[in-house]
């Protein structure tokens, strides 16, 4: 066992014992005060990929600290309940610790996870989703619980080969070090004062019971490796499944979005420094497709050859807001989107002409125009400049359109493995009525069309909706269709026209579904619900509310979508209680 999750034990260095003039000052009842350097242990993370500290049972979060590391860190601000500090030195290194190979891995805000193994990335983004899942939606995960109280490697895969399920060995990495029992859940919703306990049933290796489906219930087998024979009993609860994984979790985005400033009369383009708006210029992005970045490189240039002033967010002046960059992985097809603050581009056919002639696979030159003082990227009116409105890719078998404004997820590869997934948690036969709400382009709509009698999507974005059209056609689909609209409003609308869906498939943004959408769904009654989220938090907010509706959280599936950074993505198969 880890000693670090005894939490509460910290140690000030005798140099640097807080002065009285300092505890005067410092907060009540808080055992540390600004600058005091101390040393203290890690427990966990936060869902932002804080560290997360214990100094005298009181909470510290330390960036780039990793659970299970001691280390020494300056505290930088207190509050009655938590401060922050900054890592000094790390004294204990936790195994999970790498050197992040991104040169500017410590500056850029765009990943937080590089400096930790990618087995402990995945089995922390599960652990994440458990305790969202237990803490906001106060549901019970399944735990496996052991007889023998002996640690003991190898359990895990042994165990996992006694049931016949088939792992990867990113997954069975993962599920050794779960045995080895670190921890890595996030304390910043609680600020539980000591986890310990509950840490013994937490980090657990996930095995999936014999008997299927009906897991919700106790069960026990019997495990055997080389010293003795281990009881493990399942309890009741949701079935949480290690995180799936990425073979190659490098290059693996489709998309750039580049915000562009200057700095010493050079057009600049990257990322936004962690926690602020300075421009961090980029040449290379490690999880970006390298032929993105060489577009962004090709288009920053040609920028500072036609003098192209960069928008400035303070003012409000300047043209180039923002470069997105698109492709499609199976098709080679890409698209260049400049954003600007106006209708006005100068110089707009020596742009198209340098674009064609340096990237020949660009098939679309788009202009967007916000005007808006905001974080968003893209304005309401999008022009095409040259070439197509869309870029085709595939994945798996069904092709799709993607234009300029319209969702397509980032990651084509692990999108195949979530939608398998959503598709598998719908239980089709071929005679079921499906929703898809929030469908994007109908990237899930046409897989599950495939397997169902009838899908209907709904989503917000216009065109959006004229993409999923144009895919449902060309991939030669009659049994779906779309509507555009707020999920919340369209559906009601639906179930009034007589629609009675065998499932309900919700795929929303980060704030989750909206309460009239999750009140008609309880109405409606599907047999099914599958609910694919990028959210945990709002994911267990609103499978609570489905609960209590009558409805089942039978398992949930995280799969890594976006490596090295604290996104998780999950998708969960809930079934009608009376079914
Ligand atoms: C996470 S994306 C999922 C898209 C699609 N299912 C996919 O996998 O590509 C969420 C989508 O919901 C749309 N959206 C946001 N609010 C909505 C609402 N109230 N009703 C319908 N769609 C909405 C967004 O435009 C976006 O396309």
Redesign the pocket.
Known sequence: MNNNRKGGHSHKSKSNRRKPAAASAALANVPVAKNDEIELEMIGLTHEGEGVGRADGYTLFVSGALPGERVKARVLKTKKQYGYAKLLNVLNESPDRLQAPCPIYTQCGGCQLQHMSYAGQLEWKRQHVIDNLERIGKLTVQKQTESDDSESTGIAATATEGIGTERTAIENKTIQSSVDQKFHSSEIESHATDTDTEQKVTDQVYITHPGGDEAVHAATFTQSDSSAAKQFTMSDGIRVLPTLGMTEPWRYRNKAQVPIGQQDGQLVGGFYARGSHRIIDMQSCLIQDSRNDELVNKVKAIGQELHIQPYNEETGEGILRHVVVKIGFATNEMMIVLVTNGERLPRKREWIERIRAEMPQVVSICQNINTKQTNVIFGDETRTLWGRDVIHDYIGDVKFAISAR????VNPVQ?EV??EKAVQYAGLTGKETVI??????????LFLAQHAKRVYG????KE?IEDARKNAELNGMTNVEFEV??????IPRWKEQGITPDVIVV????KGC?PR?LETIIQMQPERVVY?S?NPSTLARDLQVLEEGGYRTVEVQPVDMFPHTVHVESVAEMQRRDT
């Open positions: 319209s969702f397509y997820q999108t979530l939608y898809d709400a929030y469908c994007g382009i109908g990237t899930i709509s709904v989503e917000i974005v959006a609209g707020a999920s919340e409003d369209v795929d929303p943004p980060r909206d959408l694919v990028c």
